[in-house]
């Protein structure tokens, strides 16, 4: 179902944990709320939760104002970071308690728990203790008690940050499946750009209480908003830049140069991904310093004029440049972006 | 890289001979603890056990045999069983009534913010830091017959016409020990909140429980096992709890630890009172290890 947040905001005396966000999810979506710690994610998860009232601003559950509705009468799926399970009952004790909440009939009751388990691969584990199941399977039996309700949103704060790292890739994909079948709106919260990344139909970058980007990974990844997005979301290369000449005008980095976009003058920040700088006769002049083997791919720290960079090529067989070698950086032009500024305001951010 | 390999083996040697003397230290180290528990625990309760089998007469005081009179009069007279009886009532009924009001009491306390917290629990723990016999003393001092300060005061505003009984009653031996045992009810009822996950709460209201549903299917089960340990606590102190009834029950309304008290000084029946003493211990430690347990059987999931 659709959910909106219309200028939502939780202040905590004189500081601002949530700056009156908006925010439309659609239905069936799976939307990521992305951002280092102290971002306002998790308030803001927590808000639509219930369980913390906003300072000001409402949420909206197809149209209707949740803003005033009791947690335990919004029918929306939570699984914790710590999965909360009930540690007296067992596996399908603590998926039937939302069902026998609802009272829901004893036959059915058994029918759906049974089924949920066993979406999340746990139909064996009925009768297990929470203290006798390991990190991944507890996390399946949560995931399991907050989808058997058929909640109109799932909310995931954090859900796989206690996880190893094997285990975390696994139980990403298998969200991502379960909820494309499920089609259920779920909110995910994480600090981990590759979780965002790889689950969500829409990430929704934050910073300081403040949204600085919505949009789908690849967008997000291609054509970060601001010099927070682009730094937060994977690696990128800040090189200081020059706009000479006038109509028609060229920016200049180093060696390399392009035509710039109208409007842009003054010296400028480009923003350029690793992955899209490649090793060309004409571009800027580079010294490899360092060549680092990375198995898939090569990683290349190299020291330009106009600031250091990162190369990443990928390991096709074919000859690289060697430590010490001079070289020469390009890239093309859509695969810039470009900042106003100086370097050091964009590094800072 | 042979040097060092050479030179390393004389040097592992000698490690083996203090270690040896390692792994001995601990038995040398409880020794002096061990001597302690003998000398004054386990040699004056073998004593006591042995005393209770001694005979004893008004005229030849204490005779070192062997018999079983003390026992038997124990087992046949029905005043011993209605002294137990009442021994067994009145620490039951204490440790029910500081169940009923602790756990609340820890669970409200839990729930204030740091600086309430800190008072109230400075306000529970404080009475433990007052002689029973004082805090037992307040209560003769308030509801004391028709002298008492409570009973006066309520006289005169006619809410009652004769002084509320409560020396030399049960009722009044409960209500002193409920006010002393409090503490430690509301101590171990906290210790098991204090590892509850906030978060657990949250979830049961996400799927939809009420308040009173949270507490009774999610919280309480989880505390119970802190209660009921709590309530061995209680219980065992209750029931062998010496100056509280000696002070409200007075002689009037024995209990197992104030009849052996009177038997040993006295009657100076020391072999009645050793048989009363021996019987209360074994009664205890019967009930307490039994519904320990029961506790560890029960709540083995709940419990790290």
Known sequence: ?349 | MSAAATTSLPAAAPTTVPALRASRAPLWLILPALMLFTGVVLVPLAMTVLLSFHDWGQYKGIEPVLILKNWQEIATDPYYAEMFGRTLRIALITTAATALLGAPEAYILNRMSGRWRGIFLLLILGPLLISVVARTLGWALLFGGSNGLANKLLMSLGVISSPLPFLFTETGVVVALVHVMMPFMVLSVWAALQRLDPQVEHAAMSLGAGPVTILRRIVLPQIMPGVLSGAIIVFSLSASAFATPAIIGGRRLKVAATLAYDEFLNTLNWPLGAAVAVLLLVGLVLIVVGANALVERRYAEVSP
């Open chain 1, 1 to 349: 179902m659709d959910i909106e947040l219309v200028s939502l905001t939780k202040r905590y005396g004189d500081t601002v944990a949530v700056d009156g966000i908006n925010l439309k999810i659609r239905s069936g979506s799976y939307c990521c709320l992305l951002g280092p710690s102290g971002c306002g994610k998790t308030t803001t998860l927590q808000m639509i939760a219930g369980f913390l009232t906003p300072s000001r601003g409402t949420i909206r559950l197809e149209g209707r104002d949740l803003t005033q509705v009791h947690p335990s009468k919004r029918g929306l799926g939570i699984v914790f970071q710590s999965y909360a399970l009930f540690p007296h009952m067992t596996a399908a004790e603590n998926v039937a308690f939302g069902l026998e909440m609802q009272r829901v009939g004893k036959a059915e009751r058994t029918e759906r728990v049974r089924a949920a388990l066993a979406m999340v691969g746990l139909a064996a584990y009925e009768d297990r203790h929470p203290r006798r199941m390991s990190g991944g399977q507890q996390q399946r039996v949560a995931l399991a008690r907050a989808l058997v309700i058929r909640p109109s949103v799932l909310l995931l704060d954090e859900p796989l940050s206690n996880l190893d790292a094997k285990l975390r890739e696994e139980m990403q994909i298998e969200l991502r499946q379960i909820q494309r079948n499920l089609g259920t709106t779920t909110i995910l919260v994480t600090h981990d750009q590759g979780e965002a990344l790889s689950l969500s139909d829409r990430i929704v970058v934050m910073s300081k209480g403040r949204i600085e980007q919505i949009g789908t990974p690849q967008d997000t990844y291609e054509r970060p908003a601001s010099a927070f997005v682009a730094q937060f979301l994977g690696k990128t290369n800040d090189f200081s830049a020059r706009v000479e000449g006038a109509a028609p005008a060229r920016i200049v980095v180093g060696g390399w140069s392009a035509p710039a976009p109208v409007g842009v003058r003054g010296p400028v920040t480009v923003s350029v991904r690793p992955e899209r700088i490649g090793f060309a006769q004409d571009g800027l002049p580079a010294r490899v310093a360092a060549r680092i083997f990375q198995g898939n791919h090569w990683l290349f720290q190299c020291e330009t004029e106009c600031g250091p960079a990162i190369v990443v090529r990928p390991n096709d067989g074919l000859p690289q440049p060697g430590e010490g070698e001079a070289v020469r950086l390009a890239w093309r032009q859509d695969d810039m972006s470009i900042r106003d500024g100086s370097l050091s305001a964009g590094a800072a951010a």
